[in-house]
């Protein structure tokens, strides 16, 4: 089992999927922590990790720290949040590699939904990972 810390699988999953073009042709480095702040520029991202459990096994092997990543897409148009959110998918499903001195052994994608905000005439995606650390 890996001792990574939440700090660093945070920035281990922020470092990966920024350094994919497909994700920063479509919104730079918008990519926030918990919060956007008031009237960002769209379209942005907004991610949140947090500690869920050691997993006894997962496809046979050792034990693994899991985090559950969220990750929230917001755009003006339901098209740019769906393109926005499958190039998010890309860039970290299945993944494993090392990352900003992380290792992480695998995400999969837990659940993926859509909605709008009429007040921010905003639409959105929303996106649940597991990661194994």
Avoid: C
């Avoid at 730079?28 to 922590?33: A, K, P, S």
């Amino acid at each position: 089992m890996a001792d990574a810390t939440l700090e660093q699988v945070v920035t281990a999953l922020r470092t990966r999927i920024l350094s994919q073009s497909a994700v920063t042709n479509l919104i730079g480095t918008r990519l926030y922590l918990v919060d956007a702040g008031e009237n960002p520029p769209t379209p942005y991202a907004t991610f949140s990790v947090d500690v869920l459990d050691v997993a006894k096994s997962h496809e046979g092997q050792g034990g693994f720290e899991t985090f559950q990543l969220e990750v929230e897409v917001s755009a003006k148009s339901s098209v740019s949040a769906i393109r926005i959110a499958q190039a998010i998918r890309g860039a970290i499903v299945n993944f494993s590699g090392d990352v900003a001195g992380t290792f992480i052994n695998t995400v999969s994608l837990s659940g993926q939904s859509s909605s709008r905000n009429a007040k921010g005439n905003l639409f959105g995606q929303f996106l649940d990972f597991t990661v194994y650390v």
